[in-house]
């Protein structure tokens, strides 16, 4: 069994804000990591580092960290971030999360 | 730009072998660490495997241990996975990601190849 929590759903409203949170022991000495995952496609690296954005990732999508619990939000939520979402832990084991799907209502 | 090309996977009976390869091509193979993930019909992603950039550190999830290998051939910038004694709960989507340079996340990932186990 996976050893980072998450929300199972997420609901959101265009425009308004979306928090995910990833919850286990590891995030507590390690960096975590965010990749969103879009029907049929290969997921894609969000964030870094708890807090860093790629290149090319909208200012919107941002990420922090907290003792055991790592915080992804996307503020202005647009209907093409509906999607799931992954956080994971930057260790030896690299362990994801149980994973979010996020609905633009 | 920088493309993982997975290729391999197979319909393969219990018990069985397959070897896994990535294709890597748009950026310095050699200077990068390599993962292998895996994902489930209908279910999230789970790390498999990871090797460092000349292959003298390996890692591997518990769920795969002794039973999988993972190598590289940085002449032909190719990544392998050599799956043996597949069960039927190693079918599953496995795709090839790069880890990014300096750590910390998997920047670039393969479009991934299927890998089904039944009988």
């Known amino acids: 069994s996976s050893e980072l929590t998450q929300p199972p759903s997420v609901s959101v409203s265009p425009g308004q804000t979306a928090s995910i949170t990833c919850s286990g022991d590891?995030?507590?000495?390690?960096?975590a990591c965010w990749y969103q995952q879009k029907p049929g496609q290969s997921p894609v690296l969000v964030i870094y580092?708890?807090?860093k954005r790629p290149s090319g990732i909208p200012e919107r999508f941002s990420g922090s960290k907290a003792g055991n619990t790592a915080t992804l939000t996307i503020s202005g939520t647009q209907a093409m971030d509906e999607a799931d979402y992954y956080c994971?832990?930057?260790?030896?084991?690299?362990?994801f999360g149980t994973g979010t799907k996020v609905t633009v209502l | 730009e920088e493309h993982l090309v997975e290729s391999g996977g197979a319909l393969v009976q219990p018990g069985g072998s397959l070897r896994l390869s990535c294709a890597a091509s748009g950026f310095t193979f050699s200077s990068f660490w390599m993962h292998w993930v895996r994902q489930a019909p209908g279910e999230g992603l789970v790390w498999v495997s990871r090797i460092n950039s000349d292959g003298s550190s390996i890692n591997f999830a518990d769920s795969v241990k002794g039973r999988f290998t993972i190598s590289r051939d940085n002449a032909k910038n190719t990544l392998y996975l050599q799956m043996n004694s597949l069960r039927a709960e190693d079918t599953a989507v496995y795709y090839c990601?790069?880890?990014?340079?300096?750590?910390?996340?998997?920047?670039?990932w393969g479009q991934g190849t299927t890998a089904t186990v039944s009988s």
């Open positions: 994971q832990a930057w260790d030896s084991s690299h362990v």
């Open positions: 990601t790069r880890g990014r340079l300096g750590g910390y996340g998997m920047d670039v």
């Open positions: 590891k995030l507590g000495d390690y960096y």
């Open positions: 580092q708890n807090s």
